[in-house]
């Protein structure tokens, strides 16, 4: 799985992507952990993801439609920057 992402993120034309998306990569910014913005993340293999505030009843664990979101925070995050802070 690993190499197959790394073969596709080889073939990315990151110039062409940052020309044609630079309005929206603008407006997602930088991640305020990596200091990534999208076009960083996706030459490192990384994705942007944004966090949620959820309630989980236990009925969660079997069926997952019984999550609620119960807010949108609105900070886009690398996700190996979020996974690194959730360990901490």
């Known amino acids: 799985m690993e190499s197959d992402l790394d073969h596709l993120v080889q073939k990315m034309d990151f ?19 990596s200091c ?3 076009i960083e993340a996706l030459e490192a293999a990384d994705c942007f993801s944004i966090g949620l505030q959820v309630s989980r009843p236990e009925a969660a664990i079997a069926d997952p439609t019984r999550l609620i ?20």
């Open 15 to 33: 110039k062409k992507i940052e020309e044609q998306n630079k309005e929206v990569i603008e407006t997602v910014g930088e991640c305020p952990l």
């Open 36 to 38: 990534m913005n999208v």
């Open 69 to 88: 979101i119960k807010d949108i925070v609105p900070t886009f995050y690398s996700g190996d920057s979020f996974l690194q802070s959730a360990e901490f």
